[in-house]
């Protein structure tokens, strides 16, 4: 069973670049038919899907509210891939998840295995 | 981008209730929909994906149906386990999207 881990800083300065890693085991992010995606939870608030990346072909997408700050990269070699936000303000204070993503047929889109998720806070 | 309103914002059950919660998209995403239910510190858990299909491990009393704008998940039979906040997620296109949630909560 695939199982997934978020790591990096839990304070961020207002201005810089929020850089989270999700470690991946049990499966390859290389392998086919999933994508690897990031969504976070402001405290007592809803979902925000932020992007994905699909390995394989080496292509992502971002949400557009977040497109212009967001990038998400891939290290197959250490079987993780990455989050980084720019430019942050206390808005983006929230819990980072990291997420697989189904990418084939009737379950493409869906979220079938997520870390635990890592609050973040964006202060000085 | 589309826009996921469900309702009600909470629903107060007890053990043995059925409850219902829908979901309603601003355009229809035929039957892209799925359902996600999460506990208090923990990260959210797929429950149904394309409306109506129940992911692997998910127990029979949770039950999804609609298309178009229109949605509904049920809960028959509520368990204790089952108090906690759903949503629902649409994968019509991007950016995916999710409801503002649905609190099921003791009576």
Known sequence: ???????????????????????????SINSGN??????????????????RIYVGGGTTIYNPSLKSRV?????????QFSLNLASVTAADTAIY????GGDTGSYSGYFDSW?????VTVSS | ?????????????????????????SQDISNWLGWYQQKPGKAPQLLIYVASSLQSGVPRRFRGSGSGTDFTLTINNLQPEDFATYYCQHTRYFPLTFGQGTRVEHK
């Open chain 1, 1 to 27: 069973q695939v199982q997934l881990q978020e790591s990096g800083p839990g304070l961020v300065k207002p201005s810089q670049t929020l850089s989270l890693t999700c470690s991946v085991s049990g499966g």
């Open chain 1, 34 to 51: 999933y994508y690897w995606s990031w969504v976070r939870q402001p405290a007592e608030k809803g979902l925000e899907w932020i992007g």
């Open chain 1, 71 to 79: 990038t998400i990269s891939a290290d197959t070699s250490r079987n």
């Open chain 1, 97 to 100: 998840y990291c997420a697989r």
């Open chain 1, 115 to 119: 870390g635990r998720g890592t609050l």
């Open chain 2, 1 to 25: 981008d589309i826009q996921l309103t469900q309702s009600p914002s909470s629903v107060s059950a007890s053990v043995g209730d059925r409850v219902t919660i829908t979901c309603r998209a």
